[in-house]
C-alpha cells in the first residue's frame, strides 16, 4: 500500500478517530492492513485471515451494532490499523461502568510512529465521554510491544491466562490489563439546564458527580473525536400510507406518499444509511397494523430499517425482527411491561430499542394519547438497565412542528446515560441539525437523529442533511 511507504522523506500524517461509515477505499485499506496484522500473527480475533467477503461483513457488522465502536488510524490518509470499544450489557453496577478495549492493531508497515497510542487515547477519550470509569483489555504474551505501550498509558496488569490463545499449534498466555479513567477532560454544559439537577436516587450517581459538578464551571470543549451522527429519515405510516402528524394527532395528518416501498427506495437513493418507520395506527391499536407496508417497505430497502408502534409483546417483536426489520422501537411496553423488554433485550441483543416519547418531561404511550407518570430521565435509565441498544427521545410538543429539536433535553438525557441517543422531534432547517451537531461534540453519546416532515417538504434536502451530520 503505497500510503504506508510515504513518509521516508517527510513525517507521516497520523490520524486515529472514530468511524460510522465505511467507503469502498476505506473498507478495503481496512482489510489489507487486518490481512496484513493476521499475517503477522498479532492482535486481532483471528488466527488465520477468513477472507475479503467475511472481513467486509465483519466490519459493515460492526457499525450496525450500537455495543461496539470502531476507531481506525490512518497513515498519510490511509487506513492501517484498527481497535474497538466495546459497550458490555449493563446487567450490574461494575458493568455500567466498564468498558472494553478490543481487537488492536496495526499492520506491521505502520508500526513504530506511535499509531498505535494515538488509537488507544482516542478509544479512552471516547469511554471517557461516554462516562466509563474503566477500561479494561486483554492481549496475547507474544506482543511485547503492545504490552509496553499499555504500560506506559498506565494499564495495570492484574491477572494471567495461561491458556489463551492457540497460534501456530502453540498454547499461548494472555495478559489482563485495566485502567481507571480519570475525568481529566472538563466536561460540557448542558446546553440550557442546570447539570446539577435530577440526580435523583440514581445509584451511578457518585461515580458520575464529577463530571457534573465540573460542569457547573468549565466551558464548553469540544472533544476531538467528533462522530458523524445517523440521519434516520421518518417513514410515519397511517391507513397504508406515508404521512406526517404534528404533535402526533392522527386527525392532523399530511399524507406525503401512498407508496412507502417507493418512499423507502427515495431515501435510500438521496443517500440515507437507515430507515426510522413508525406504524401510528399500531401504536394506537397496541398491534402491528400496517403489515404490507411495513414489508413493502423491508423489500424496497437495501439500509437497515428500525420499527415502533404496536410492539407489545414478544411474538411481534419476534415477527418483525425475523422479517428482515434490524431494530424494534418499544415505546409503551418500556413503561408497561418492563420485563417484556428486559426479555427481548436478552433474546435480541443489540435489536430494542426504546421510545422514550415526552410531553412536559413527562412520558407518554398509547400514540401518546396517555401520559404517564414517569420522568424521561427515569424511564431511560431504567431501559439502560434493560440493556436497550439505543433510546430515541421524542419531544411530543415539537414532533412536526419544524421549530427545532430539543437540543437541551437530548444534551442531558445523553449526560446521564451510556446507552446513544437518538434526538427526535422538530427539525424544521438544516440549521437545526447544525446545532444538534455541534452539541454532539460534547455528547458524543447523541447518536443520529430522526427527520420527517421537513425532508418530505424539502426545507432540508437529504443530501445536506447528511454533509452536515457526517
Ligand atoms: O405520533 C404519534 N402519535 C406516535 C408515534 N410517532 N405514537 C407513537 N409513536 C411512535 C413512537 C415510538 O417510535 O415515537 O411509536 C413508537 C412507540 O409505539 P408503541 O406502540 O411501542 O408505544
Aim: glycine residues 10%.
Amino acid at each position: 500500500m503505497s500510503g504506508g511507504q510515504s513518509g521516508a522523506q517527510r513525517p507521516p500524517h497520523l490520524v486515529a478517530e472514530r468511524v460510522t461509515a465505511l467507503d469502498d477505499d476505506d473498507l478495503q485499506a481496512l482489510c489489507e492492513a487486518t490481512d496484513a496484522a493476521i499475517l503477522d500473527g498479532g492482535g486481532f480475533g483471528w488466527i488465520t485471515s477468513p477472507g475479503r467477503r467475511t472481513l467486509e461483513q465483519y466490519f459493515h457488522g460492526i457499525l450496525l451494532v450500537p455495543e461496539r465502536a470502531l476507531f481506525v488510524g490512518r497513515l498519510d490518509g490511509v487506513i492501517v490499523g484498527a481497535t474497538q470499544l466495546l459497550r458490555p450489557p449493563r446487567n450490574n453496577e461494575a458493568q455500567a461502568m466498564s468498558a472494553t478495549l478490543m481487537h488492536s492493531y496495526l499492520a506491521p508497515y505502520a508500526r513504530g510512529h506511535g499509531l498505535a497510542r494515538m488509537m488507544t487515547e482516542a478509544v479512552e477519550e471516547c469511554a471517557r465521554a461516554l462516562g466509563y470509569q474503566v477500561l479494561n483489555l486483554d492481549v496475547r504474551e507474544t506482543q511485547t510491544a503492545a504490552i509496553r505501550l499499555y504500560e506506559t498509558l498506565g494499564y495495570t496488569h492484574w491477572g494471567t491466562h495461561p491458556h489463551y490463545a492457540r497460534v501456530g499449534g502453540e498454547v499461548v498466555g494472555g495478559y489482563f490489563f485495566t485502567k481507571r479513567l480519570q475525568d481529566t477532560r472538563p466536561s460540557a454544559a448542558v446546553p440550557g439546564s442546570d447539570p446539577a439537577r435530577g440526580a435523583g436516587s440514581d445509584p451511578r450517581r457518585g461515580a458520575r458527580q464529577s463530571t457534573r459538578q465540573a460542569a457547573d464551571t468549565k466551558t464548553e470543549k469540544p472533544v476531538p473525536h467528533a462522530r458523524s451522527l445517523t440521519l434516520y429519515p421518518a417513514i410515519d405510516l397511517k391507513d397504508g400510507a406515508c404521512v406526517r402528524l404534528r404533535r402526533g394527532e392522527m386527525d392532523d395528518a399530511t399524507v406525503y406518499s401512498d407508496d412507502p416501498g417507493a418512499q423507502a427506495r427515495a431515501w435510500v437513493a438521496a443517500g440515507c444509511r437507515w430507515l426510522h418507520v413508525v406504524d401510528l395506527n399500531g401504536a394506537f391499536a397496541g398491534h402491528s397494523v400496517n403489515a404490507d407496508a411495513i414489508e413493502a417497505i423491508i423489500a424496497n430497502a437495501d439500509v437497515p430499517v428500525q420499527l415502533g408502534g404496536g410492539l407489545r409483546d414478544m411474538a411481534g417483536i419476534e415477527r418483525w425482527l425475523s422479517a428482515g426489520v434490524t431494530r424494534v422501537i418499544l415505546g409503551s411496553a418500556a413503561v408497561k411491561d418492563p420485563e417484556l423488554v428486559r426479555t427481548a433485550c436478552r433474546a435480541f441483543p443489540g435489536r430494542i430499542v426504546c421510545g422514550i416519547d415526552a410531553r412536559d418531561g413527562r412520558v407518554a404511550t398509547e400514540g401518546w394519547a396517555e401520559i404517564s407518570e414517569l420522568s424521561s430521565i427515569e424511564l431511560a435509565l431504567r431501559m439502560q438497565d434493560m440493556g436497550v441498544a439505543a433510546i430515541v427521545f421524542t419531544e411530543i410538543a415539537r414532533d412536526g412542528m419544524l421549530t427545532g429539536l430539543d437540543v437541551a433535553q437530548t444534551c442531558a438525557l445523553s449526560a446521564r446515560l451510556s446507552t446513544p441517543v437518538v434526538a427526535s422531534g422538530g427539525v424544521g432547517r438544516i440549521e437545526h441539525l447544525r446545532e444538534l451537531k455541534a452539541a454532539s461534540a460534547n455528547f458524543p453519546g447523541i447518536e443520529g437523529v430522526i427527520v420527517g416532515r421537513a425532508l418530505y417538504d424539502g426545507r432540508v434536502d437529504p443530501r445536506d442533511a447528511l454533509r452536515v451530520l457526517s
